[in-house]
C-alpha cells in the first residue's frame, strides 16, 4: 500500500458501532439484558454499560489495544514508532479507565475481537460473558458483584494489569 493508501483505510476504521459490538449486543439482547451504547459519561465511554449489574463491557480490536499474542495484533511495517507508541498509548489510557470505573464501584469486563471473530470460539465466549454477567455472591450481608478486569477468554489475557480486588456493594446488583 502507498502511504495514501494507508492513510484512508485507517481513517475509514469506525469507533463504535462495530462488528464485533454489534455481534455481543445482539447476543445480550436476545438473553433479555438491556443496556446503553457508548455512555461518554463514563470513563473510556463503554460499548455496554448494563446499570441493572453495574458492569460494563469493552470489545477491544486486537490491533488498536495491543493483544500481546494473537494473530490479529501486527505492527505495521512503516512508522513502527508511531504505532508502537499510539497502541502503548491505548494500553495505558484503556488500565487508566478500568481503575477510574472501578474506583466509580463498576464492573469492567473486556472481550477482544479475537474471541468472538470465529464461530466455535464466539458462542463459548458470549455464554461466558453472559455468566460473568449475571453472576453475583453475597459477603457479610451485601450484594455484590465479582469484580474483574480479565478478558473471557479461556486462556485470560491480562494487559492491563491484575486489579482482582472485590469490592462489596450496599443493595445492589
Not at 490491533?63 to 505492527?75: A, I, Q, V
Not at 463459548?124 to 473471557?152: C, P, V
Not at 486462556?155 to 486489579?163: A, M, Q, V
Request: with cysteine.
Amino acid at each position: 500500500m502507498t502511504p495514501e493508501q494507508r492513510s484512508r483505510c485507517m481513517a475509514a476504521v469506525k469507533g463504535k458501532d462495530t462488528k464485533p459490538e454489534i455481534i455481543v449486543r445482539k447476543y445480550l439482547f436476545s438473553k433479555g439484558l438491556r443496556y446503553r451504547v457508548n455512555n461518554r459519561k463514563l470513563p473510556g465511554s463503554p460499548d455496554i454499560v448494563l446499570r441493572k449489574y453495574k458492569t460494563v463491557v469493552f470489545v477491544d480490536g486486537c490491533f488498536w489495544h495491543g493483544h500481546e499474542g494473537c494473530k490479529y495484533f501486527r505492527l505495521p511495517k512503516s512508522n513502527v514508532d508511531f504505532w508502537r507508541h499510539k497502541i502503548a498509548m491505548n494500553i495505558a489510557r484503556d488500565y487508566a479507565n478500568n481503575v477510574d470505573l472501578k474506583l466509580a464501584g463498576w464492573r469492567v469486563i473486556r472481550i477482544w475481537e479475537c474471541e468472538i471473530k470465529t464461530k466455535a470460539k464466539r458462542d463459548d465466549t458470549l455464554k461466558r460473558l453472559y455468566a460473568k454477567i449475571t453472576q453475583s455472591f453475597n459477603i457479610g450481608g451485601y450484594q455484590s458483584n465479582e469484580i474483574d478486569n480479565e478478558s473471557i477468554a479461556a486462556e485470560p489475557n491480562i494487559p492491563y494489569g491484575e486489579l482482582k480486588e472485590s469490592t462489596p456493594e450496599k443493595g445492589r446488583h
